[in-house]
């Protein structure tokens, strides 16, 4: 047990810190050492987490504040750092961790570009621009080389990561007609809001009610998620995006139209997928079902499908994933496995509770 | 009191005919006098509907079974028959009653076609094609007139009225580029799968799990929609219908993506909407919020609205109804206010619950 | 139409006063002509309430803020007013509005307690204890004689509802044994906890999450059924009531615990509820089935039922309420009708959407 | 690895086995060699359960059907069978396994009672009488001991198992007043109920209804629940046991009501429960707040709270529990573990997904 690579969190008590203590929890080389946060600092773990009450050596870890001066101190205590931070305030948080020798990985938007003017178009100026070079897209399935051995790893938003894994492979075959817009239609479960209780996630006026929100292109996932299909293709793309919040807790399904180039068959879309995502990893290509947001619930796994429709020549891509694991805590963990030279899978829920 | 319409309902144990059993029972000038049922033959209503326990003169009525052979005796006992049966199943009965001089609302689809082909297209063969022609497509805000004094409605499907009521007008004032695809991806509550059981809609297997179902022109609202938008455009469209399963009871919210013809604007949209939907009626045009299925549960109310998307040139058309409420059974109420000319608002919920 | 009465809501911005703009809507002989808040004053109520937004007459008032030098004002311009604030904060303006001549219902706990004292026992100093004589407690099955007429409302608390209704008419035919406790477990949806967003109604939170809360004599309305079973009783009754949260919006289900007085069967306690509550009226005694919220949700209809264990000698009595409609707003309006001289059902809806 | 038991599931496509076969995939001496189904048999796993989709080695399995005649072929390809079979269904299945020389954890009730008499007084003929002797009550925390190198298994029902871990010790100690009844008041989720579709879990009446059933000592679990609560108690114990059907999809909650007996206090009832589940296990009781199912879904840790009524004098015992984890598979695999020597939470899930 000597071997266990020592795990901080920042950010524990929200919802994507709390899904870090569990798979940190479960993972065979992995151990939580430390825990801060804000508001909560100062609190026990399980004050902050009921789940962990009785709980061996987790519940009884007790919330610190975090500032750069303790950076060394980390340093030396700790292996990796988990930052779940808001974008904006986390750049400067995870610069002053990175600059002190550990290991980084942050849920936050602020790495995840890797132009400071992709950044600032969408969210205001960068706390740490230096930084953005070193910043590895944590999207095992796309980046794999580049995570090997990264110590600053960038977790995809939610969003994006269920619209990029079942196009990007599309784009990068070029099987998809560039000068057509791209819809995707994306749906989420409530705790992709977060933790902070709000009028729009009040029990009662969330449960029986369906909306979209920041529609139109106000949604800032519309920008990493145009960064990456872009980078699959090689060329501009552009992206429509519309999320919704759904009465439940965890998933996203979101369904994508795209026009193909002509030519390109629904079997030619199979077939990128099941090169770029080959069986036993954690994309499963679904060809005699439809992807249900249940049957990811709780793990890294996301599954995917495609149909053609005849009427109108488009593709319908479908991805159901969990908005936390595979969207958040989960796919951070698999790229820091990634980045550690284990297996990607490693620790990682792999079959979700059901029901 | 002597003036009250009698009614009576065919299918009075399922979803829709609990609807109209609730919106009959609050209507000023109609009277719930007969109801029937298939399995449930034989049975209190308050067996059935155990939420009508207590409501006097309603919870009472047996439930009867029908044969053609009555249809004389209703016509004299009744002046108005509700059908929900399944489509394929309604014709021969609507077919009987209408010839037996009653009115006819029909919540099947087996009239909603106006010619034979386009239901053979989608459905089969049609038990009584004669009447096709008689029929009207009970969607008051575009057949009106065509409404007044009808005798056969046919009551629009839950997703068709969602997708109909934003995109008609913009059809109709030929803001749209018919030449692009339209594509409509829907999402619905689980009472749209109607009263009997089954795996999809079991508890723990409907909550908390999202899915698109019946994808790539694979559902038969398409030919419904496709025929409505292609009377309000007078050319071809070319819909691809995504439906999806959400976990709440009630609610639709549609979600359309349309191509605006060269110079239309989002403004000429939302005028088109105001002249198509006047102050006043129970569809109203958001322009500071976003339409939510909440606000309109239990009401014949739909919300829409519209946004463009710079980046793409797409305009989003957004639309909340309740699916059985107005998707259903208010609606059909609606339009037989219309064929009786009344306020075809008359007695039918436009505030409803909140929460 | 001369002859409707008009009338205001103070907070009709939160869960009940948002029942009364729908029920008072509805109502044949009331007018919503002035509504106030708090927080949202000198905002359109449809900002508050999207549901109202084309909801003629209704949508487009806006919210003023009451103070007391404004009651000779309304006396004028209204004749009923609603009360919905907080208890505590509520008294002060009861008391002005019914010192300027207005009828007065207040939906807050301030004046359901007949005796200062026993209101300070719960709630703290009373700001107008000189006006508690002057209240009647809005339970109109049980104080229809005091009602008639009445111009100062308490309407009665949800729980307390839930509670008293199924076990005050055992109470008052003496076939309870009043030596033994009386246990009262209470089950209801999160609407109970009111509009303002918390950790605990985060939907995250409450959805697949159950809890008792205020166990142990902690909640309020211990006092206050305790007082109502005693009136029925003419002795003191001892009362452990355990509130618990349900993941559902609305709804209240009471499941209560007491010994039987020797001799009595469960037929004598079907026998006293028949007395107690005549076909026709709102309260509803199932004996083939067991009562539901689903089947009394939005309506002011109780569903009751009394089993009696032979294992244990100890009789159930089960009641199903919505906790706002019965619990608050419906049964506020209830009492109105009565102390108004009108039908006691009228306006108000008793039959519910369903699902 | 050549030291994995391996292990076969009967009934694998209903909730408790897809339970087991998540649980037994993440338990690091268990292999899952074989699954069987009824209506299942011929498909694959993944059909049946699709969160197995993808997954290596499991969803590849092949549903088969069982009959007595393939016992000791079974008896050579594995070490340990869970039987999950409805009661009358499971005694035949399980007699011819256990034959066969297999360890067999048997999730059904037709061993969880010691005498044949109190079986058929609950349930009808019993098809195996002569193995009741042979079976231990899988419930860990009170027959550990029996437990070690059993081979038949009876795994405890989910409400005995909310009910028996709060109260049983407390009646070990003396505590409770056997001559007044013990009231057990419990809600569980949908789950509960099986994968079974059914009106009563049709979602869109299954949410938003909360309702009691098989009331008034109707339910088969009271007499087990009493069994135990007399084998604590070394005397005749009364239960009255209520269910309750709560619209979520996995959880049980308890609240129970006991008499204590004179002198004894709160500080001697948790003192009690203590000293049964000491720190590090899986029963954890909480002092400074109240369980709720969220804070244990998934996990095999049962929550528990003790409180004091001062007004009734009558103590109040709260559990929260996974339903299907610690109410059925989970702990099936506790008892497991203890029988084969391991760590009873060898391979169990201690800490939930959040939210």
């Not at 940190?24 to 946060?37: S, T």
């Not at 789940?51 to 007790?62: I, M, N, R």
């Not at 791209?182 to 996630?201: L, W």
């Not at 963990?333 to 030279?341: I, K, M, P, R, S």
Request: aromatic residues 6%; hydrophobic residues 45%.
């Amino acid at each position: 047990m000597t071997d266990l690579m020592r795990a901080g969190i920042i950010g524990a008590g929200g919802y994507t810190g709390a899904e870090l203590v569990r798979l940190i929890g479960a993972h065979p080389k992995l151990e939580l050492r430390w825990v801060a946060g804000h508001e909560s600092a100062g609190r026990r773990l399980s004050e902050v987490l009921p789940g962990t009450l009785g709980v061996q050596g987790v519940g009884s870890l007790t919330l610190e504040r975090y500032s750069a001066e303790r950076a060394a101190e980390l340093a030396s205590a700790l292996d990796v750092v988990f930052c779940c931070l808001p974008h904006g305030k986390s750049a400067a948080v995870v610069a002053s961790l990175y600059q002190a020798g550990l290991t980084v990985v942050d849920l936050s938007a602020d790495f995840r570009t890797q132009s400071q003017a992709a950044y600032e178009a969408w969210y205001g100026p960068h706390p740490a621009p230096e930084l953005l070079p070193e910043a590895v897209y944590g999207l095992p399935e796309r980046y794999r080389r580049e995570l090997a051995g990264a110590r600053l790893i960038a977790a995809p938003g939610c969003y994006p990561t269920s619209a990029i894994l079942p196009l990007a492979p599309l784009f990068a075959a070029g099987l998809v007609d560039v000068s057509a817009p791209v819809v995707i239609d994306a749906k989420s479960g409530v705790s992709g809001a977060g933790r902070s209780p709000s009028a729009s996630t009040h029990y009662p006026e969330a449960a029986e009610g369906l909306r979209a929100y920041k529609v139109a292109g106000a949604h800032r996932h519309t920008g990493e998620i145009e960064q990456q299909l872009e980078r699959a293709a090689g060329a501009p793309v552009s992206v429509l995006f519309t999320p919704h919040l759904v009465p439940m807790s965890r998933g996203i399904l979101s369904s994508s139209y795209v026009k193909l180039t002509s030519g390109a068959s629904l079997a030619d879309c199979r077939e990128a997928a099941r090169a770029a995502y080959p069986e036993g990893g954690l994309v499963t290509l679904l060809e005699e079902s439809l992807p249900d947001t249940l049957w990811v619930r709780g793990t890294a796994r996301a599954h995917i499908s495609y149909q053609r429709d005849e009427r109108t020549g488009l593709l319908l891509a479908l991805c159901a994933i969990d908005n936390l694991t595979r969207g958040a805590s989960g796919q951070a963990l698999q790229a820091l496995n990634v980045a550690f030279g284990w297996d990607e899978a490693l620790g990682l829920p792999v079959l979700g509770q059901f029901p």
